[in-house]
């Protein structure tokens, strides 16, 4: 995997739907560079992969050679991303019946996580 399509996967990981809405959140870049950067037509620049090594947690070992795993941590400052944010504008939205619905969801779908997580001896 390229450099470019590790940062692709990072702001998906991180829920920007476009290059121009992550560089949005990024203060050393522009919508048009962080393409360039993710289509392979520029290395990435230092500046910028120092940004998303210290805004966003991220390992420097993926950026570069694509070892270990993406994130060191959780997502740093306890920011949401903005699917998250999304998802609690909906649920802050939503009227007492909508909102009892979310939750119950949201807890079943943790609980078969972690069924999901468990080993069986």
């Given amino acids: ?20 809405k992550f560089a949005e959140a990024l203060e050393k870049t522009t919508a048009s560079r962080l393409s360039d950067v993710i289509r392979g037509k520029q290395k990435l620049p ?3 992969m120092f940004e998303l090594i210290t805004k966003f947690n991220v390992n420097a070992n993926w950026i570069i ?3 270990g795993d993406i994130f060191i ?4 400052n306890n920011e949401l991303s ?6 609690l504008e909906d649920y802050r939205e939503s009227n ?8 119950k ?17």
């Fill in 1 to 20: 995997m390229t450099i470019g399509a590790r940062i692709k996967q990072l702001q998906k990981e991180l829920g920007y739907s476009s290059a121009e």
């Fill in 46 to 48: 230092d500046d910028l």
């Fill in 65 to 67: 050679a694509g070892i």
């Fill in 73 to 76: 941590g959780k997502i740093p």
């Fill in 82 to 87: 903005p699917s998250e944010q999304t998802l």
């Fill in 96 to 103: 007492e019946q909508g909102k009892e619905a979310i939750e």
């Fill in 105 to 121: 969801t949201a807890s079943a779908l943790a609980a078969t996580a972690a069924l999901t997580a468990c080993k069986v001896a």
